[in-house]
């Protein structure tokens, strides 16, 4: 399979994993970089370069905020994310829309429930404009 339709297919999630990781707490942009990986057994491999333009969306958003610690010692200042009620919120829309998405796909693929069912399932059909 070609690289580039793998990180298509990846691109579309990160916005949700990195509400869910914030979810449990506040945390710096190398530690979210950092526990995506080893929660993902390494699928998901971010560079900063792609991780801080979600978070300064986000933050522009009202999904999250953040602050800059204070410095100790020879330690330098920190950004920290925390979400934001709205990206509780959000995250919450996002994690049905997934259940619904994946059975459908899933259906579609021959792996699962067909579509009417994926979408019963969580409460009736929603359609997903791409």
Same mark, same amino acid.
């Given at each position: 399979? +070609?690289?580039? !339709?793998?990180?298509?297919?990846k691109?579309?999630v /990160?916005?949700?994993?990195?509400? &869910? ?6 945390? !710096? ?7 995506? +990986?080893? +929660? ?12 801080y333009?979600? /978070?300064? &969306?986000m933050?522009d958003?009202? /999904? ?9 010692? @020879?330690?330098?200042?920190?950004? !920290?994310? &925390? ?7 959000? /995250? =919450?829309?996002? @994690? ?21 069912? =994926?979408?019963? =399932?969580?409460?009736?059909?929603q359609?997903?404009?791409?």
């Amino acid at each position: 399979m +070609k690289q580039k !339709y793998e990180q298509q297919m990846k691109k579309g999630v /990160l916005e949700m994993l990195v509400l &869910r990781l914030l979810s449990e707490g506040e945390k !710096y942009g190398y530690q979210l970089i950092s526990e995506l +990986k080893e +929660k993902s057994g390494g699928m998901f491999l971010l560079k900063e370069g792609t991780l801080y333009p979600i /978070l300064y &969306r986000m933050e522009d958003d009202g /999904l999250v905020v953040s602050r800059w610690s204070e410095p100790k010692g @020879k330690e330098v200042s920190k950004k !920290y994310y &925390r979400l934001a009620q709205e990206g509780q919120d959000t /995250l =919450a829309g996002l @994690k049905g829309l997934w259940e619904v998405f994946s059975r459908t796909v899933d259906g579609i693929l021959g792996h699962g429930p067909d579509r009417s069912a =994926a979408g019963n =399932a969580v409460g009736g059909n929603q359609e997903v404009s791409v």
